[in-house]
């Protein structure tokens, strides 16, 4: 298939070419991704996009290669804008060339669907995206000389940003013994079929599954490891150890328990009903996918690849994340700490949580002062470049000492959003810069954890290619006893699995900085805003803890 892709920062043209020689094609398809003057409800002027351009254009050539190897088309062309887009103004123009149009309608549906997922093309932000004062408005904020946070966005909608601002980076091709964990980016089919031919699953003898006769004669044995095809007549019998290949098809084999032998007379005592073979193809056909893109490799996972030979799988690359603490109120652990000061949990909290992820981690503390931060900071510059999650916990909210959005504005993340609807966990910051995404964690330890789940997690996922945590539904198992609050909460909770109901009970927890029902949560319910309780047996959302949905 011919193929041009063109990356431009200029806007592109409304008229396109015809589909060439008259007669060589049946079908052009041409579509327009235009910017929309609206995202997730706010209005927009525009849209930034940001991409790597060779990168991206070996993106999209191998992805319209792969998917014209399933559609054949005769031609493609590929425009992807760049830059600051208008709304109205087209962002990808797309034009497919084929003989018939059911390949090129399906071509191109792949293909933009594909687009997102594989190409490193990433959307910087939306300008002039309404900073409109709220119910929520802070009046802390609105102090001359301070930036106004962005409105309070509900626990939704800071999801539904977080998975559109971080995007899947680069797969790379990794050996099986480092892949577990990772997320495949490439469905992997079946290259022949599984099993690949009829092999016994017991020791016994194989013979014709048409014949009924009582005595037979031993004309062969076949080990495990043997290849040794011939035809069977009727009475004949062949010995087979369990995973033999069988010498032919239309065979049976009869345990070695169920017939009595005499050198080479064989005599049937007893024929079950099974035919005791694992039958070519009866796993999975030659051509039939085997393991998903998307699928976050778990052991069993890898062992089909090792099985089909596929040892260097396309998977979402190691992370690399950096994690600082703030507040000069802070301890190692292993300190005493004076009035006043009090131990750092959040570090190792961090670290544990970050196990799910296949990544490296690099920790640090910043002072409580701008400029000796930025300087600290500078000390991680490589690591800073080099890493794809920015994490900072505490300095998240509005006080004097609380420098993190500045820190990260400073760093050249746009900041998306600065607060949610949510308790615990208000005050959290997203921001993106480029493929790079940063939180500013709230530093209460259990806001940490409740945005580890929701919001980080998520934004890992993402990165990594993988499905994104969802909530589910269950039932609590206890009344949930609660004051009103004007924001969503999200309870700690513990989750059994009783009679295939998710059943949860409600944990006990006296304040955002209150962690002593960790050690039994395993799940977060999901509280609507001025609920005062849920009864007993009540239907609620839960999102699971990542370890119990990970895998790896
Ligand atoms: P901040 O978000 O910086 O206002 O911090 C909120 C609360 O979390 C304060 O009580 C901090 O002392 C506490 N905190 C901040 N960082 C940590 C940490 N690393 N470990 C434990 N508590 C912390
Ligand atoms: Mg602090």
């Known amino acids: 298939m011919e193929i041009e892709i063109q990356l431009t920062d200029r806007p592109i043209a409304e008229k396109f070419l015809s589909p060439g020689q008259p007669g060589a094609v049946g079908a052009w398809l041409e579509f327009r991704g235009v910017v929309r003057g609206e995202e997730n409800g706010r209005t927009i002027r525009a849209l930034e996009y940001e991409a790597y351009p060779e990168m991206a254009g070996r993106e999209i050539r191998r992805l319209l290669q792969e998917i014209s190897a399933r559609h054949p088309c005769r031609a493609a062309k590929v425009i992807h804008r760049v830059g600051v887009i208008p709304a109205g103004e087209t962002a990808i123009y797309v034009g497919v060339a084929s003989p018939h149009r059911g390949e090129a309608i399906a071509l191109l549906a792949e293909f933009m669907d594909r687009l997102k997922q594989d190409v490193p093309i990433w959307k910087r932000g939306a300008r002039n995206a309404g900073l409109r004062p709220g119910a929520n408005w802070k009046t802390a904020e609105n102090v001359p000389g301070r930036r106004p946070a962005l409105q309070p966005l509900s ?104 017939v009595k032998r005499d050198g080479d007379k064989l005599h049937v005592v007893r024929r079950e009903n099974s035919t005791n073979v694992r039958l070519r193809g009866e796993e999975v056909r030659q051509g039939q996918p085997l393991v998903s893109a998307g699928t976050k490799l778990n052991a069993g996972a890898l062992a089909i690849l090792a099985t089909v030979g596929n040892v260097n799988p396309p998977v979402s690359p190691r992370l690399r994340i950096l994690h600082f603490t703030t507040g000069d109120e802070i301890v190692t652990p292993d300190q005493t700490p004076k009035p006043g000061q009090i131990r750092d949990s959040n570090s190792i909290l961090i670290r544990s949580l970050l196990q799910n992820f296949p990544c490296d981690v690099e920790q640090g503390h910043l002072p409580e002062n701008f400029e000796a931060a930025m300087s600290e900071i500078a000390a991680h510059k490589p690591g800073i470049e080099s890493a794809g999650v920015l994490l900072v916990s505490g300095g998240a909210s509005v006080g004097e000492k609380d420098f993190t959005r500045a820190l990260l504005e400073q760093l050249g993340f746009e900041i998306v959003f600065s607060q949610i609807n949510l308790r615990p966990g208000r005050p959290l910051i997203f921001g993106v810069n480029g493929p790079r995404v940063a939180f500013g964690l709230p ?79 395993n799940a977060l319910v999901r509280v609507p805003a001025n609920c005062a309780s849920l009864d007993d047996g009540a239907k609620v959302d839960f999102l699971p803890m990542a370890a119990m949905i990970g895998g790896g």
């Open 155 to 258: 626990l939704d909608e800071a999801r539904a940003e977080i998975r559109s601002r971080s995007r899947p980076l680069p797969a790379v091709r990794t050996p099986l013994a480092e892949a577990l964990g990772r997320v495949l980016r490439e469905t992997i089919c079946a290259p022949e079929d599984l099993p690949p031919v009829d092999r016994s699953t017991r020791d016994g003898y194989a013979i014709r599954a048409d014949d009924a006769s009582k005595t037979f004669s031993v004309v062969d044995t076949i080990h495990a490891a043997d290849w040794k095809p011939r035809q069977l007549e009727s009475g004949e019998a062949v010995r087979v150890a369990t995973g033999a290949m069988l010498p032919c098809g239309g065979l049976r084999v009869v345990m070695q328990e169920h």
């Open 443 to 521: 530093g209460n330890p259990l806001s940490h954890f409740v945005c580890f789940h929701f919001a980080v997690a998520t934004a890992l996922a993402c990165l990594t290619g993988g499905e994104p945590p969802k909530f589910l539904r269950g039932q609590l198992a206890e009344k949930l006893d609660d004051k009103p609050c004007p924001r969503e909460t999200l309870w700690p909770a513990r989750l059994e699995w009783n009679d295939a109901t998710p059943r949860l009970h409600p944990l006990a927890w006296a304040s955002s900085g209150d962690i002593t029902c960790l050690t039994a949560a």
